[in-house]
């Protein structure tokens, strides 16, 4: 956690969240907690004043785009924006669609389904949640440098703010 390549603080934008419920609520609260506790996160563009982070981090959509306002860990107020990074979410769409509904499929089960019946919905949706991972590190990897488990973890909140 010595890193300055980091996060040290994310939010997601609430007018952006149209639907919310608490299995929803839940998958927020874990990828945010996780993401804070462990992450490697390094803009490649300079940034003011060569700053190296840690970072405080907004995702909200705008447009169909997942935009991330990048801020400085030492100003509380967020007036010192450092930069922002805009996805177009088009190569995302269809998984994250995919991964819907097979979170659907798996929060039904768990209700009522046989513990292999569970262990094969989660399976599929796991590999899901991989696929978009590589995708989001893929398209944001001449912008930012990130872990595997970084980008993992965006990926959930990036789900959470898609979701309708």
Known sequence: ???THRICHIELDEKTIIR???DIDHERRVAIFDLLEENSYQPLDELPD???GPFRLVLRMEDNRL???LYSAEDNQQTRKL?????PLTLLRRTIKEYFQICDSYFSAIKSASPRQIETIDMARRGLHDQGTEI???RLGEKVKM???TAR????LICVLQIR
């Open 1 to 3: 956690m010595g890193s």
């Open 20 to 22: 919310r419920n608490a």
């Open 50 to 52: 060569n700053y190296a």
């Open 67 to 69: 935009v991330m306002d």
């Open 83 to 87: 930069t922002i990074i805009t996805l």
């Open 136 to 138: 989001l590190r893929e």
């Open 147 to 149: 872990d595997f488990i």
């Open 153 to 156: 973890r965006l990926f959930t």
